[in-house]
């Protein structure tokens, strides 16, 4: 069973920049699908980014494009989310998810990390 652990998040200032990562505990780590989601208060989930299996082609939501870069490392069996120029409406809980190939919908997430951007 694939378990998923977010870290990186943090409080920063409008500008900074923070990388979050995703440990995947799994022996299959290149037949998943990864991606960062977020859900800031009183709003619904919205995709972020995503990387798919193995050499991981990227999509990355018009909001963020060009300021956050996703990244995966088949070695080490992470995926990152490179944030910078961050928003205040940036801020949110970001969450790791993951899928297999074939699969409609992202079957298992991560606990979330917790971003903070103040003006």
């Known amino acids: 069973q694939v378990q998923l652990v977010e870290s990186g998040g943090g409080l920063v200032q409008a500008g900074d920049s923070l990388r979050l990562s995703c440990a995947v505990s799994t022996r299959t780590f290149a037949l998943y699908t990864l991606a960062w989601f977020r859900q800031a208060p009183g709003q619904e989930r919205e995709f972020v980014a995503a990387a798919a299996r193995g050499k991981g082609a990227t999509a990355i939501a018009d909001s963020v494009k060009g300021r956050f870069t996703i990244s995966r490392d088949n070695v080490k069996n992470t995926v990152s989310l490179q944030m910078n120029d961050l928003k205040p409406e940036d801020t949110a809980i970001y969450y790791c998810?993951?899928?297999?190939?074939?699969?409609?919908?992202?079957?298992?997430w991560g606990q979330g990390t917790q971003v903070s951007v103040s003006q």
């Open positions: 998810a993951a899928k297999v190939a074939g699969d409609s919908s992202y079957h298992v």
